[in-house]
């Protein structure tokens, strides 16, 4: 009876024991995956994509690459992204825009999430949801390979300038260790690059494996050691937040990437064929890299701006004539909003407006990116084409309306038959300048991935590593469509001179 009270008393202190290591191990899961209770990952499965947001200047975590004449983003965070779209059994989106501008667009819904070598910090996290950490890498400073014995880490910096990508950690990191040094930022890593040759700055800080993929495709330049404390864990992915769903699915697939060793193995070494120029003879890289190569880009850059400047021309000028006769009637409640819808968009800058009809009014209707890009660049030219027709109207002499009523004209044949021809061949020479300006205006729209003109000479900039050529390309095209418009509206001019 004693042995079987004894064994009773050992099972019991097993069970209890055995609980209590369940519990405890439950308690640590449930602390390392909370339990989902959203329906995002719900909506992306049945939506069937996983929107990806990126910025396409970060080699070799995403880039684009030329490929049979067609931009194709490339890089170890889109092989991520696939991943783990794949795993969800949905297709993946890439959307690609300014690297400051992802966060917004991830929370105003435009994309599902944010792979782009983006670092987990705590002020980000508290905006956002980040997965687990993917991939970890150190920090470096390019500078210019004449200043290799000059420059050490950061403190060789007091007193020069050290550049980094806006919103980046780079910069935060340059504010915070290097306050003897001066900070500027630019928003793409090109540009930085770039910037570096030509002498605007002293050094760029970047990632460790952006700085060497840079630099083996680079003249000039040269990688060292930052010598920054980095206390960030390195780069993660960013989710929506309260989106746990989605963090849960895509920390098992990272659970799969880091089991694997898939980046090191796969995902890294795919993307260093296509960055690497190296390899190949200088007369293969000098073809894979001149601008007619990329003469698909640009044409299709040139088919963009011209449809966007189209559109946005005759809304723009459809608008303006509305908001010119509101302005100029009798009617003081229309009066009113003509004047303070002018006065309004003619005194806020034109970024601030594309940015709020993209994110704000995104958080209520969701607009494509070149749907807003047209709607922006209408709004704003109609509040400047207003005031070009309404001074034209104004420069009619008034015993004109006078002589047109007195001969039983009504006020809207009056304006139509009378005043409106005279104010046209006015206000002709001052309305082929706003259409001008409105084509190189529309070239904003970059900012929030429309594919216009530069949009495309900054990816060719980003693949080629050349960063003048592209832009003197630029430049003769704009050249050329601004002067074939104005010569036109000069033909015009002359037509209603000669009537």
Known sequence: MKKAIKWLKAALVMLVTLTMLVNCVSGVQAAQAPQATDNYLKKVKQKGELIMGTSPDFPPYEFVKNINGKSKVLGMDIEVGKKIAHDMGVKLVVKTMDFDSLLVALETGKIDMVIAGMSASPKRAKSVAFSQVYYASGQDLIIRKADAKKYHDYHSFAGKTIAAQTGSLQSDLIKKQAPKATLKTMDKDSDLILALQTHKFDAVAVDSASADAYVKNTTGIINIPSGFKDKSVGSAIAFHKGAQSLVNAANKSIDEIKAKNLIKKQYLPAAGKYLATAGK??????????????????????????????????????LGAILALMRLGRNKIAHSIATAYIEFVRGTPLMVQLLFIYFGLGLVVNIPALLSGIIAVSLNSASYVAEVIRSGINSIAPGQTEASRSLGMSRTETMRYVIMPQAMKNIWPALGNEFVSLIKESSIVSVIGVKDLIYQSRIVQADTYRGVMPLVITMILYFIITFGLSSLMKVFEGKMKHE
């Open 281 to 318: 003879s200088k007369k293969a890289a000098k073809v894979d890299n001149s601008m007619w190569a990329y003469k698909d880009f640009f044409v299709a850059g040139v088919g963009y701006t011209l449809f966007i400047s189209a559109i946005s021309v005759f809304f723009g000028f459809l």
